[in-house]
T-cell receptor, first 116, second 110 residues
Framework: GAVVSQHPSRVICKSGTSVKIECRSL??????MFWYRQFPKQSLMLMAT?????????EQGVEKDKFLINHASLTLSTLTVTSAHPEDSSFYIC????????????FGDGTRLSIL | QKEVEQNSGPLSVPEGAIASLNCTYS??????FFWYRQYSGKSPELIMS??SNGDKEDGRFTAQLNKASQYVSLLIRDSQPSDSATYLC??????????WGAGTKLIIKP
């Protein structure tokens, strides 16, 4: 099946640090990738849709200058949390869809971000 | 506001019994329906996709779709303790957006 690789799996850093998370599609090309955030005991929240070669589409309430997304190739999208603060601590998960728009998304293993 | 509703649970089922998870959605024109399993601290894993009315079986899992009632369910036969997880229902709406339910926590008791 489709494999989505996400790195790193866990980050602990000081407040004010910028953190980059990578999401790779290993065995398929993904023109579209998705970035989610999940707080403890809450459901997935879509942050943005990442499109290869163009600007990401952000959901309402998500600061595009805070969460920088780059999708420079068909197999790699990156999310950079700039100047992270404790309230940015969360579980960040990327996903990608294989094939037509009606097909399911496949998820990476997620990145647990802890800002001290 | 398009919605996908799930009972948050927890739903407690004895080992070996059938677990029944339910999901309703508001967008009548939705065409694609997905069930994901999420273990605590892990990312979601696709269990089943269903696109047409009726039942779709895959091993111990059966997805059921009733578009007239705007209802999709997941049955897990011969429940095992390893099935204990949160089950997320996701529906692709008429705008091709994926709308997520909040998930049902399932506990299989040995």
């Amino acid at each position: 099946g489709a494999v989505v690789s996400q790195h790193p799996s866990r980050v602990i850093c000081k407040s004010g640090t910028s953190v980059k998370i990578e999401c790779r599609s290993l065995d398929f090309q993904a023109t579209t990738m998705f970035w989610y955030r999940q707080f403890p005991k809450q459901s997935l929240m879509l942050m943005a849709t990442s499109n290869e070669g163009s600007k990401a589409t952000y959901e309402q309430g998500v600061e595009k200058d805070k969460f920088l997304i780059n999708h420079a190739s068909l197999t790699l999208s990156t999310l950079t949390v700039t100047s992270a603060h404790p309230e940015d601590s969360s579980f960040y998960i990327c996903s990608a869809r294989v094939g037509p728009i009606n097909q399911p998304q496949h998820f990476g293993d997620g990145t647990r971000l802890s800002i001290l | 506001q398009k919605e996908v509703e799930q009972n948050s649970g927890p739903l407690s089922v004895p080992e070996g019994a059938i677990a029944s998870l339910n999901c309703t959605y508001s967008d009548r024109v939705s065409q694609s329906f997905f069930w994901y399993r999420q273990y605590s601290g892990k990312s979601p894993e696709l269990i089943m996709s269903i696109y047409s009315n009726g039942d779709k079986e895959d091993g111990r899992f059966t997805a059921q779709l009733n578009k007239a009632s705007q209802y999709v369910s997941l049955l897990i036969r011969d429940s095992q303790p390893s099935d204990s997880a949160t089950y997320l229902c996701a529906v692709r709406d008429s705008n091709y957006q994926l709308i997520w339910g909040a998930g049902t926590k399932l506990i299989i008791k040995p």
